[in-house]
């Protein structure tokens, strides 16, 4: 009974607590989900993210316009390239990245919409205490809406306007904080002969 008194006294202290823009952790591994509101793309990736070397891994397989795909991109954003990878027959293609790097956190100018607990308040280890905040995309004037939980500032959910897409909502999960192969963000040997094709954007990686 103590216990639960003392979870229920923490809990509505940190409810009272005016939540602040964060950012998460440097370095994170773990998995998304990613769909489409005219349902053209669902994807299944996994992800290693590297905010120090400004690096990012993604592993995914999905569907797209009614067609299976997989792919293995190893984004570089400090060299300004893009690696598709393809681990089966040892081939690779660098392309130009002609996009900035933009780290996993909460704008401070987000708009913060509410705290809420995933799960359960009853007891200890029922639930998670996660902020939602929204805010408007500089270059393109869509909206967005994110959800991080309140310790850690760990990623749970990403919605966002796009053109070609509408809504483009991706989950977060299995999150783990750290890196457990780093070799992974680092180009394969067989790559050091990549084919040079033209420059991509982001929607170009689910394509």
Same mark, same amino acid.
């Given at each position: 009974?103590?216990?639960?008194?003392?979870?229920?006294?923490?809990?509505?202290?940190? $409810?009272?607590?005016?939540?602040?823009?964060?950012?998460?952790?440097?370095?994170?591994?773990?998995?998304?989900?990613?769909?489409?509101?005219?349902?053209?793309?669902?994807?299944?990736?996994?992800?290693?993210?590297?905010? @120090?070397?400004?690096?990012?891994?993604?592993?995914?397989?999905?569907?797209?316009?009614?067609?299976?795909?997989?792919?293995?991109?190893?984004?570089?954003?400090?060299?300004?390239?893009?690696?598709?990878?393809?681990?089966?027959?040892?081939?690779?293609?660098?392309?130009? $990245?002609?996009?900035?790097?933009?780290?996993?956190?909460?704008?401070?100018?987000?708009?913060?919409?509410?705290?809420?607990?995933?799960?359960?308040?009853?007891?200890?280890?029922?639930?998670? $205490?996660?902020?939602?905040?929204?805010?408007?995309?500089?270059?393109?004037?869509?909206?967005?809406?994110?959800?991080?939980?309140?310790?850690?500032?760990?990623?749970?959910?990403?919605?966002?306007?796009?053109?070609?897409?509408?809504?483009? @909502?991706?989950?977060?999960?299995?999150?783990?904080?750290?890196?457990?192969?780093?070799?992974?963000?680092?180009?394969?040997?067989?790559?050091?002969?990549?084919?040079?094709?033209?420059?991509?954007?982001?929607?170009? $990686?689910?394509?």
């Amino acid at each position: 009974m103590r216990v639960f008194v003392a979870f229920a006294c923490f809990l509505a202290t940190s $409810l009272a607590q005016q939540p602040r823009p964060c950012t998460s952790p440097a370095l994170l591994s773990g998995n998304m989900m990613v769909s489409t509101q005219n349902e053209k793309l669902w994807a299944s990736i996994q992800y290693l993210y590297d905010a @120090v070397g400004q690096r990012f891994r993604l592993h995914e397989m999905g569907y797209y316009k009614n067609h299976s795909f997989t792919y293995d991109g190893l984004l570089l954003f400090r060299e300004a390239a893009m690696y598709e990878i393809n681990n089966h027959d040892h081939t690779c293609k660098k392309r130009p $990245l002609k996009v900035d790097f933009h780290p996993m956190a909460i704008p401070s100018n987000a708009t913060l919409l509410g705290q809420a607990v995933l799960g359960s308040s009853s007891g200890p280890g029922q639930g998670i $205490l996660v902020n939602t905040w929204m805010g408007i995309i500089p270059k393109t004037g869509g909206r967005y809406v994110t959800t991080v939980t309140e310790f850690g500032c760990i990623p749970i959910s990403v919605s966002y306007q796009t053109q070609p897409f509408g809504w483009m @909502v991706t989950n977060f999960f299995n999150n783990i904080i750290g890196i457990s192969d780093p070799s992974q963000l680092n180009p394969p040997a067989f790559c050091q002969d990549a084919s040079h094709e033209e420059p991509v954007d982001f929607f170009s $990686l689910f394509q």
